[in-house]
């Protein structure tokens, strides 16, 4: 990599004018400019991007981890952070923690180096007690996470009351044998989101069958294995709450590989209304998550803590629900 140092002595000139030259600040004739800026084009000259943000204590860079970077549903929302960065100046370095504990912190804590200026964590899994540790030390954000200590900023929406309103619509279309199809057991969202499918079935009195309720991943493929699960009961549910549209998907795919009808044979309900929600035949019923606009306001919540100067939008986080023709009534 070249150097000021040989710049200066191709240009027989001092390594400080040089340095003028480059960041544009103090006098230098037009000449020996000239002369600077021709070396510089001759040996292909890069400034180093990362000395200069160490010299000036920030570096332009925030770091966003997420724990499964192929999930339509944080792809969606790191879009949202992005665009707004981008915006203002800002790059993004991007991490997947493979939903381990101990991956994001490892990663989130490599901003302590002071190569990023903030970390934005989106639905991590860590203890709280770990994000009084780390907000202490580097700007944070959590997103989708919620968060009981003042110290510590965050993004959250209650998926409870959209979940039991998801449920409440398949009761309502004459479904009371409802299975869940759950994400992992230690995922807030995924909690919250039992917690709405038992409120509901508590609210219209139907008794809670533990072996109408599967855990999982978050995948494709755990939507398959929920089919292969409740394919072996004599009486299976006539109809399913998956927590994710992934798992959804990929109940209704095992269920077309299997000669069933939906909703012909069996009704299902997603939730986050991915873009791949509405593209499956039939379009799938679900309760759409403004992932997007959660990560725009992320974005400009960490540039706050940045730029005090920075305005922030109002943005209206509220789940609803999508109906399309996954369930069918059989009143």
């Not at 006098?27 to 084009?41: F, M, Q």
């Not at 970077?69 to 792809?75: Q, T, V, W």
């Not at 929406?157 to 619509?169: C, L």
Request: aromatic content about 8%; overall charge negative; glycine content about 6%.
């Amino acid at each position: 990599m070249t150097t000021l140092k040989e710049i200066a002595k191709r240009a027989n000139v001092s390594v400080m004018t040089v340095s003028r030259v480059v960041k544009n600040s103090g006098y230098v004739n037009a000449e020996t400019r000239k002369l600077i800026e021709a070396v510089i084009k001759e040996l292909d000259y890069r400034p180093n991007e990362i000395a200069r943000s160490l010299h000036r204590s920030s570096t332009n860079n925030i770091l966003l981890v997420v724990p499964d970077i192929e999930n339509p549903f944080f792809a969606e929302m790191i879009k949202g952070t992005t665009t707004v960065l981008r915006q203002h100046g800002y790059q993004s370095i991007f991490a997947d923690s493979d939903g381990e504990i101990d991956n994001e912190k490892e990663i989130a804590e490599r901003a302590l180096s002071r190569i990023v200026d903030g970390v934005i964590l989106y639905c991590p899994r860590a203890e709280s007690a770990y994000f009084d540790f780390l907000s202490a030390r580097v700007p944070l954000l959590v997103v989708d996470r919620r968060i009981t200590s003042h110290a510590v900023d965050h993004i959250y929406i209650d998926n409870k009351p959209s979940a039991e309103a998801a449920v409440d619509y398949l009761i309502a279309n004459g479904h009371r044998d409802i299975g869940l199809i759950g994400g992992p057991q230690n995922v807030l969202a995924n909690l919250r989101r039992k917690s709405g499918y038992l409120a509901s079935l508590k609210a219209h009195g139907i008794p809670v069958n533990d072996q109408f309720m599967f855990f999982c991943g978050f995948e494709f493929e755990d939507g398959v294995s929920a089919f292969e699960y409740f394919s072996q009961m004599e009486h299976p549910p006539t109809a399913y709450f998956a927590t994710n549209d992934l798992m959804a998907l990929g109940f209704i795919q095992q269920a077309h590989e299997k000669g069933l009808a939906i909703p012909g044979d069996v009704s299902v309900v997603g939730f986050d209304n991915i873009a791949m929600s509405r593209l499956i035949s039939p379009a799938l019923t679900t309760v759409d998550n403004p992932r997007h606009d959660m990560g725009a306001l992320a974005a400009f919540r960490m540039l706050k803590k940045l730029d005090a100067t920075i305005e922030v939008p109002q943005f209206s986080l509220t789940n609803r629900m999508v109906i399309r023709g996954s369930v069918r009534n059989i009143t």
